[in-house]
């Protein structure tokens, strides 16, 4: 199993030939007898909502792709992770702020095309700000962090990064009516993007 569209066999490093399994083409190695795989790479995110202000914690990148771009904190699953934990851990990361992966909601997840040959899949999830300890500090990648309401981010002339800006705008309304509205409620899942986020 590999991220990246494979050439050579990671097991002996033969070339790869294509065979056709279920309808669709996979690479084989003639050797091992075996598939290789080409699957998602599994990332999590997630929205800290400041629900006083509809506000939402974003990080603007300091590396690539997309420096200089606000995002939603996320990034890579580890091994052994589940993705509450993950998503608990890149914001810890990224701004400083902890909080329990319980706490966490799912507010989307979504199957994004190839960038560069990499499949990812995020899972959005959204907590609010109460649930967060610690002092908000930019870190990581991340070379600011800020909350941000969508009014007060389209006055500006900075730029959101636009595989993460439709969660972003849903994520600021989710606590609007009542704490208890299910977070997915108008966000259908699995929805196709236009790039990856790393």
Known sequence: MVSRP????????DALETTT??????????????????????CATVAVVDS???AVLCVERGVPPGVGEWTLPGGHMD???????????????????????????????????????????TTYYVVERAAATGDLTAGSDA???????????DATAETFRPVHEERFR??????????????TADLPTQRIQSESPD
């Open 170 to 183: 849903a994520a600021a309304a989710v606590f609007d009516q009542s704490t208890s509205r299910a977070p």
């Open 79 to 121: 091994i052994g992770e589940s993705p509450e934990a993950a998503a608990a851990r890149e914001l810890a990361e990224e701004t400083g702020l902890e909080v329990d992966p319980s706490a966490l909601e799912i507010l989307d997840a979504v199957s994004l095309p190839p960038r560069n040959g990499k499949h990812v899949m």
């Open 21 to 42: 399994i279920e309808d669709r083409e996979r690479k084989y190695c003639p050797g091992c007898e075996r598939v290789v795989w080409h699957n998602p790479v599994p």
């Open 52 to 54: 006083d202000e509809s």
């Open 143 to 153: 070379t600011d962090a800020a909350f941000w309401s969508p009014s007060e981010f």
């Open 6 to 13: 494979p050439t050579f066999c990671p097991q002996c490093g």
